[in-house]
C-alpha cells in the first residue's frame, strides 16, 4: 500500500467521522459510555457510532438529589440520554451537554399522559409543602393546590409530608412541566363509594362505632365512614340535653343504634341513648318504696312537680305531697332546676312513674297529725295529654290514702 492510498483512507475516515457529528442534534436519545468522572461533579461520556464526547452534569443525571456521583454511575457504564446542548464549536473535537434525568422525565410524562387520558389516577409521595399547597414526586415535579387535598379545609399541611398520596391528575403540559394533581378527588370518589356500600348494608336495629362529625342545636351527625347519620338531641342520653355541645365532642368516637335508613334520601337516623342501659331497669331495686331520694326539679305543673331521681327517671310529686300547709300552686315552694329530697310512695316499673313526696320529709306543724281524705276526689284531672301524666289517685297520694 502506498503513501497516496494511506492518505486518502485517513482522509475517508476523517470525512466519515466529521459527517457523523452532523448526525448528532438537540433532541436525539444517544447511548453515552462513562468515560471518566471529572473532579466528582460531572461524567464524560463517549457518544457511541459517534467518536465525539458529551458531558453530563450531576444535576442531569437523576430527578433526586445525589450527594456522590459516584452512586450514580461508575467508569465503563453505558447510560441512555438526551442531546440538550452543544458545548464549543469546533466539530472534531465538540462535546455535547447530555442528560439522564431529562431522558427519564421524557418517558415520564409520556406514561403520565397516557394514565390522564385512560382516567387512571397515580401515587407519588409528598417532597415538600409550600405556599398554596403540595409539591409530589410523580418522576416529575408535581403539584397539589391546597384546595385540591381533601374535601373538607385542611389548617396544616405538614402532616402530608413524606406521605404517598393516590392522586386524580387535573392538568398536564410537559412542555411547561406543569403537572397539576387532585386528592380530593380521588377521597371524594372513595368517600361515594363507601357511601353507597353503608346505605346497601346498614339496617335498624344495628349498633355500630362512629365519629362526631358536626354539631348543631338539634343534633350531632356522627360520621360512619364514608356517610353522616343525625343524632337527634332527644336521642343522645336518656338525661335531658339541652345542647348537644355539652355532652359531645366533635372527633369523638360514640356507639350508635341504627333507627332508621331511608336509602332515597341517603339518611341515616341514628340514637346514642339506645345503647345505653335502660333508665328503669331495677328501678325498683334502686328505689324501693320507702327510701329516700335526692332529685331536681326538672318541670312545674299544676297538679305538681316532677323530678328527676336517676337520669332519665322521673317521678311525679303531686301538690299535696309538697307540704303539710295548703298551696295555690307548686310554684309557690319549688322552682326548676332546685334540688329537693323526696320520700319514694308507689313504683309501677312497667308504666314508668314514680309517686315521691317531698312532705313526708318534713315535719309536720305544730305536731299535728294529718287527718284521712274523707271526699272523694276525681283523679282525671291528673291525666295528661302524654305519657307524663296517667297516675291514679293512689300513685299521686299514695299510702296517705290508707287509714
Known amino acids: 500500500m502506498n503513501e497516496d492510498n494511506i492518505t486518502n483512507e485517513n482522509q475517508n475516515a476523517m470525512e466519515d467521522a466529521l459527517n457523523s457529528v452532523h448526525d448528532v442534534k438537540v433532541g436525539d436519545i444517544v447511548k453515552g459510555e462513562v468515560l471518566a468522572i471529572d473532579d466528582d461533579k460531572q461524567l464524560i461520556v463517549g457518544i457511541q457510532g459517534t467518536g465525539v464526547e458529551g458531558v453530563v452534569p450531576m444535576k442531569e443525571l437523576s430527578s433526586q438529589h445525589i450527594d456522590d456521583i459516584n452512586d450514580a454511575a ?6 441512555d440520554l438526551v442531546v440538550i446542548s ?55 415535579r408535581g403539584f397539589i393546590p391546597a384546595s385540591m387535598i381533601e374535601d373538607h379545609f385542611v389548617d396544616d399541611l405538614s402532616q402530608y409530608k413524606g406521605q404517598t398520596l393516590k392522586l386524580k391528575i387535573i392538568e398536564i ?25 353503608i346505605l346497601a348494608t346498614l339496617k335498624a336495629g344495628d349498633v355500630v362505632e362512629g365519629t362526631v ?24 342520653s336518656y338525661d335531658r340535653v ?44 334502686k328505689a324501693p318504696v320507702g327510701s329516700v331520694l335526692e332529685g331536681t326539679v326538672k318541670r312545674l305543673t299544676t297538679f305538681g312537680a316532677f323530678v328527676e331521681v336517676f337520669p332519665g327517671v322521673e317521678g311525679l310529686v303531686h301538690i299535696s305531697q309538697i307540704s303539710h300547709e295548703h298551696i295555690a300552686t307548686p310554684n309557690d315552694v319549688l322552682s326548676e332546676g332546685e334540688t329537693v329530697k323526696v320520700k319514694v310512695l308507689d313504683v309501677k316499673p312497667d308504666a314508668h312513674r314514680l ?12 305536731g299535728e297529725t294529718e287527718k284521712p281524705v274523707a271526699t272523694p276526689v276525681d ?18 297520694i299514695g299510702k296517705d290514702l290508707k287509714g
Open 74 to 79: 461508575k467508569i465503563g457504564d453505558v447510560l
Open 86 to 140: 452543544t458545548i464549543g464549536k469546533d466539530k472534531e473535537n465538540g462535546s455535547y451537554l447530555l442528560s439522564k434525568r431529562r431522558l427519564e422525565a421524557r418517558k415520564v410524562w409520556t406514561e403520565i399522559q397516557e394514565k390522564f387520558e385512560a382516567g387512571e389516577s397515580i401515587d407519588a409521595p409528598v417532597t415538600e409543602v409550600v405556599k398554596g399547597g403540595l409539591v409530589v414526586d410523580a418522576g416529575v
Open 173 to 197: 403540559e410537559p412542555s411547561e412541566n406543569r403537572l397539576i394533581l387532585s386528592h380530593r378527588a380521588i377521597a371524594e370518589a372513595e368517600k361515594a363509594e363507601q357511601k353507597e356500600k
Open 213 to 236: 362529625a358536626r354539631l348543631t342545636n338539634f343534633g350531632a351527625f356522627v360520621d360512619l365512614g364514608g356517610i353522616d347519620g343525625l343524632v337527634h338531641v332527644s336521642e343522645i
Open 242 to 285: 339541652d345542647k348537644p355541645s355539652d355532652v359531645l365532642k366533635v372527633g369523638e368516637t360514640v356507639k350508635v343504634a341504627v333507627l332508621s335508613v331511608d336509602t332515597d334520601k341517603e339518611r341515616i337516623s341514628l340514637s346514642i341513648k339506645a345503647t345505653l342501659p335502660e333508665p328503669w331497669t331495677d328501678i325498683e331495686d
Open 355 to 366: 309517686a315521691l313526696s317531698i312532705k313526708a320529709l318534713a315535719p309536720k306543724p305544730n
Open 379 to 396: 283523679t282525671s284531672k291528673y291525666q295528661s295529654d302524654d305519657d307524663e301524666g296517667g297516675f291514679t289517685l293512689g300513685d299521686i
